[in-house]
């Protein structure tokens, strides 16, 4: 929106200046611009799986493709969207869409997962991101290295990425698990937290 300047006429009360109420109102325009754009603003979604409680995800020994899935569908899932913002999980694709973000925006999440394993191994976390553009890229979430084998091991990851370009903006993103050895993989769920700029 472009400045609402004040009409104050030519000399003081020759009536050609706006009016106290048309004067308020382009006060108010100009205050709400400035108040829009000064502050950040949050919003946050819970997304909560009950899918995998019955049929964990199975990762093979040294698969690279083991995708994290969650269907939204838990008790949990609730949001505080006050804005009605674009819910950037996909239960159909079981994606993230982050193009209804800017460049500059924010996105924290609280990854949290129960994990079988059968032996000591190493496990990673990647968020596969700007899937689906010229230059997608992974960023390592967590690393962690079980000593013994262990029947759902909780395992919670906080991490953040930033629109920083327009690959990551409009690639999708998702989140993959790697290990050597063979596991299950109980998706409790995931928060995601957005910060508008």
């Known amino acids: 929106m472009a400045k609402e300047v004040i ?12 009016t106290l109420r048309d004067a ?13 754009f000064s502050f950040t603003k949050t919003y946050w979604f819970n997304a909560s799986d009950t899918a ?8 093979g020994a040294g698969a690279t493709g083991t995708y994290l899935t969650n269907n939204a569908a838990g008790t949990s899932t609730t949001s505080h969207n006050p804005n009605s913002n674009a819910t950037l999980w996909n239960t159909s694709t079981n994606k993230f869409d982050f193009t209804s973000l800017k460049i500059g925006d924010t996105v924290e999440f609280r990854i949290d997962i129960n994990l079988t394993n059968v032996a000591a191994q190493e496990v990673d976390l990647f968020m596969s991101i700007a899937e689906g553009t010229a230059a997608p890229y992974e960023l390592n979430m967590n690393h962690a290295y ?13 991490f953040r990425i930033y629109m920083g370009d327009e690959n990551t903006r409009t690639g999708g993103a998702r989140f993959r698990f790697a290990s050597l050895d063979v596991a299950t993989i109980v998706v409790n769920g995931w928060f995601y937290q957005i910060t508008e700029v």
């Open 146 to 158: 079980y000593k013994t084998a262990s029947t759902l091991a909780n395992d919670t990851v906080l």
């Open 7 to 18: 009409g104050v006429g030519a000399v003081p009360n020759d009536g050609t200046g706006d």
């Open 52 to 59: 995998t409680t019955a049929t964990p995800i199975s990762h």
């Open 24 to 36: 308020m109102i382009k006060a108010n325009n100009n205050f709400t611009e400035v108040y829009d």
